[in-house]
Nanobody, 126 residues
Framework: QPQLVESGGGLVQSGGSLRLSCVAS????????MGWFRQAPGKEREFVAA????????YYADSVKGRFTITRDNAQNTVYLQMNSLKPEDTAIYYC???????????????????WGQGTQVTVSS
């Protein structure tokens, strides 16, 4: 099973950009669909983006569509989340996750994922 480690979080001003990385060890990532979720204080963990095994096929929450881009490099066992035009409401802990299900609707929900990283904090100041 893969162990997932996120990095790239930090403090950024509104309108700025960050790129998150999720590196996997213990199993090749090309066996899994990958997703990013986030959780703000006092809120439920919510879906942000997902990407198919092959990298062809990406899915986004409406709140980030057009601003965030999910990509993957299976040779490097890494998934990325490029975040542009950041807003204060994007402030959260961001988690990457791996899913073994081929059923796309399950990629939008927390229960659709089998493995999770520990998260990286993103803070956007106004």
């Amino acid at each position: 099973q893969p162990q997932l480690v996120e990095s790239g979080g930090g403090l950024v001003q509104s309108g700025g950009s960050l790129r998150l990385s999720c590196v996997a060890s213990g199993a090749p990532l090309d066996m899994y669909a990958m997703g990013w979720f986030r959780q703000a204080p006092g809120k439920e963990r919510e879906f942000v983006a997902a990407i198919r095994w092959s990298g062809v096929g990406t899915y986004y929450a409406d709140s980030v569509k057009g601003r965030f881009t999910i990509t993957r490099d299976n040779a490097q066992n890494t998934v990325y989340l490029q975040m542009n035009s950041l807003k204060p409401e994007d402030t959260a802990i961001y988690y990457c996750a791996a899913s073994t299900t081929p059923y796309v609707p399950r990629w939008y929900v927390r229960d659709g994922y089998d493995y999770w990283g520990q998260g990286t904090q993103v803070t956007v100041s106004s």
